[in-house]
């Protein structure tokens, strides 16, 4: 198993960055692709990033493609998710999961095995 914690989530004016972190223990870190969805309120779990096991390949929703990017760090067991650009409709609770596997990396949640807490990010107008 592998347990994730997010952090780097926060208050931002419109425009400005935030950098999110996931750190991950429990079985080697490379063994996973890594993902970041969110979930505002009333809304479903949607898909944001995500990247393989090596870095090589990585995914986006269509409203997250040149404003956000993922990235990982292995030696550091760690995935981030760099924020440009914020806008209000990007307020949501991020999570990042886990899927242990090297084909990918997926876009469905229903592939993660593995789900942080969540850390809250709010863009204001």
């Known amino acids: 198993q592998v347990q994730l914690v997010e952090s780097g989530g926060g208050l931002v004016q419109a425009g400005g960055s935030l950098r999110l972190s996931c750190a991950a223990s429990g079985r080697t870190f490379s063994y996973y692709a890594m993902g970041w969805f969110r979930q505002a309120p009333g809304k479903e779990r949607e898909f944001v990033a995500s990247i393989s096991w090596s870095g090589r390949s990585t995914r986006y929703v269509d409203s997250a493609k040149g404003r956000f990017t993922i990235s990982r760090d292995n030696a550091k067991n760690t995935v981030y998710l760099q924020m440009n650009n914020l806008k209000p409709d990007d307020t949501a609770v991020y999570y990042c999961?886990?899927?242990?596997?090297?084909?990918?990396?997926?876009?469905?949640?229903?592939?993660?095995?593995?789900w942080g807490q969540g850390t809250q990010v709010t863009v204001s107008s």
């Open positions: 999961a886990a899927h242990e596997g090297t084909v990918g990396p997926p876009v469905s949640a229903n592939e993660y095995e593995y």
